[in-house]
């Protein structure tokens, strides 16, 4: 995987040059009172990186953008910033969900397990997806669609739209890099970006950190502030998230034009305070209590940053709160 490697090595050489390759490295530098540089320097590196994916998407002539990556990635705040750097070189991003074009659910697939299988390319409705872009592209005007979660039931949201050379659609979901979601669309229109936090700190010069367990974290703290689930819940979901992943979004990665790195160098150390307390709420009689044991181990090694300190346009707001961006 060419590209991924690339982006890990990108970020691994930055590491070096500044010194903070290991968490006991970044523990240090935030004793010394550090950590601001290293959360305005990182913050930087990732504007930097969405800013050339828009100088590109200009450069190319692309009309759509198509972001992906695995659950917990900041797809969203990306595509949010995104927009902003699109807007600050004269191009109009507009935004279209893909959830908005699945199917009513008596005619989503099921699993082996019989239960309603929403993360497949066919819980989509691919055709009309298709049938709008290709009319959007051609100058027509189209009314989008609302999705019903409460129903289960696509229906009109009497909201039109009609774009022209100067707007980019920007298209975020699991299948946007999947060569069968949009065939019919030719690929110099369309500019794929893929989103994932590749984790590069290590604990120690021998053992890594598992990008899965820096996206686990991020969506334990998501889960529980922003949807009422606790650390036990999504600990449970956790392997049929990952199962999904490896089926419909790994394989297709190295699709894109560009990847983008969205783990922050120093984020455990603020989710440490959050996720902590969640974790010790697991119950020892749980089968999801050596996970969250396991989990704890992992950010107790980290001292702790204030959140205060982390911008309001940071993509970690994304799962914090506090986000000057409205999701």
Known sequence: MKKLQAVQEELRRWQEIVGLSTVAELNNAVRKGEATNIINVSEAIQERKIAAV????????????????????GKTTTSKRL???LAAIGLRPRTLSMDDYFVNREFTPRDAKGDYD???????????????????????????PRYNFQKGERESSGKKLAIDEHDVLIIEGIHALNPNLI????????YQL???????????????????????????????KFRGYSATDTIRRWPSVRAGEEKWIFPFQENCNRMINSALLYE??????????????????????EEALRLRQLVGFFEP?????????SLLREFLGGSSFTY
């Open 305 to 313: 940053i204030p959140v205060k300190q982390i911008p309001p346009v």
């Open 183 to 190: 065939p019919q669309i030719p690929r110099e229109m369309r």
């Open 194 to 224: 893929y989103v994932s936090a590749l984790t590069t700190i290590q604990l120690d010069d021998q053992r890594r950190i598992s990008t899965s367990d820096n996206r686990l974290l991020r969506r334990i703290v998501r889960d529980h």
């Open 83 to 85: 927009a902003v750097q």
């Open 118 to 144: 929403y993360e497949c390319l066919q819980a989509l409705d691919l055709k009309l997806f298709n049938e709008q872009l290709q009319a959007l592209l051609a100058g027509e005007t189209v009314e989008l």
């Open 268 to 289: 455990l150390a603020v989710l440490r305070s959050y996720v902590l307390p969640l974790l010790e709420a697991v119950p020892t009689n749980e089968p999801e209590y």
């Open 54 to 73: 828009a100088d590109e998407v200009k450069a190319l002539g692309c009309r759509i953008v198509l972001l992906a990556g695995p659950s917990s990635s």
